[in-house]
């Protein structure tokens, strides 16, 4: 957690101070132009920050450096989930009962600053590659956590946007879940297709959520395509039916969680992924499909 802390005292004061200069006009060379714009955090896992090789630096607009918890730069591992791509993050359950798992992200209590483009935020897209190796949830969990952004009164678990594989009436699925309101409900897209197919064991595949909040819809993508799915809600659980537009609530995400939950060292662990991931991207709007599938193939043409 100190680590953690540290790091949310560094993307403070030098994060919100300067653009970094990957965000500007040429952007991060694997994102699509038409996205950069957008683009709020991004990371391709090639760039460890020079004070500390347990830090990654984000090649987003908003310089959220995160953590490579417990693993630190061991978790950088030669892979290519793309055309172009060099090493990836390696996340993993350690030991059942211990706070080792490898994860990443960043948290901090009062919020983190440089994440305010999620704050009152009419949508976010959570996409990147990933590769599974676990053939479910870790003994005495029912979901494997990807990655999100989490709400602003979060303990390090609650999320406004993530994509994950959770349990669904009995099945494990490939989900969007999304949460508008910090301490409300949240709400589940989850795809029909089995999620082992979807995800085949030590695969790279492309995955995107999208949330619109004010239309309050989501979707799921995988290598560029939808993937059909359905609500596990149909109330409103965002409480959108009043007049719009309809934002997510007026404070800071206290972070982003990577391969499972509570980013910080020593903290319990929930939902651990043995999992590869690279290209890590979380934009401030709800992509059309276009875009998705843009940026797939911009990625992929190499």
Excluded at 81 to 94: D, E, F, I, N
Excluded at 153 to 166: F, K, N, P
Excluded at 167 to 189: C, E, K, M, P, Y
Aim: net charge neutral.
């Amino acid at each position: 957690m100190r680590r953690a802390l540290l790091a949310t005292a560094v993307v403070v004061a030098i994060g919100a101070a300067a653009v970094p200069a990957q965000a500007g006009s040429t952007g991060p060379r694997d994102v699509h132009p038409s996205l950069r714009s957008s683009l709020v955090a991004f990371y391709d896992f090639d760039h460890p920050m020079p004070s500390d090789p347990a830090l990654e630096a984000d090649q987003g607009r908003s310089g959220t450096e995160i953590e490579l918890v417990n693993g630190g730069a061991a978790m950088r591992v030669p892979d290519r989930a793309y055309p172009g791509g060099r090493k990836v993050l390696q996340t993993r359950p350690v030991a059942a009962g211990t706070t080792d798992d490898w994860k990443a992200g960043i948290w901090s209590a009062s919020g983190v600053r440089t994440l305010r483009a999620f704050n009152a935020a009419e949508g976010t897209t959570v996409m990147g590659w990933f590769k599974r190796s676990m053939d479910g949830p870790a003994a005495g969990f029912n979901a494997i956590g990807l990655t999100g952004v989490l709400t602003g009164d979060s303990d390090g678990h609650a999320v406004r946007a993530l994509l994950e594989l959770i349990d669904v009436n009995g099945t494990l699925r490939l989900v969007a879940l999304g949460r508008r309101i910090d301490g409300g409900n949240s709400q589940t897209f989850a795809a029909n297709e089995d999620w082992r197919t979807l995800l085949p064991r030590d695969q790279w595949v492309h995955l995107t959520a999208t949330f619109d909040f004010t239309a309050g819809t989501m979707a799921l993508y995988r290598n560029g395509k939808a993937v059909e799915g359905f609500y596990t809600r149909t109330d409103d659980p965002w409480l959108i039916n009043g007049p719009g537009p309809h934002v997510t609530t007026a404070t800071d995400p206290r972070g982003i969680k990577i391969g499972g939950s509570f980013p910080w060292q020593g903290s319990p662990d929930r939902n651990p992924c043995d999992c590869r991931m690279d290209a890590l991207m979380l934009l401030d709007r709800s992509l059309p499909a276009r875009e998705v599938a843009s940026q797939y193939r911009f990625m992929t043409r190499g």
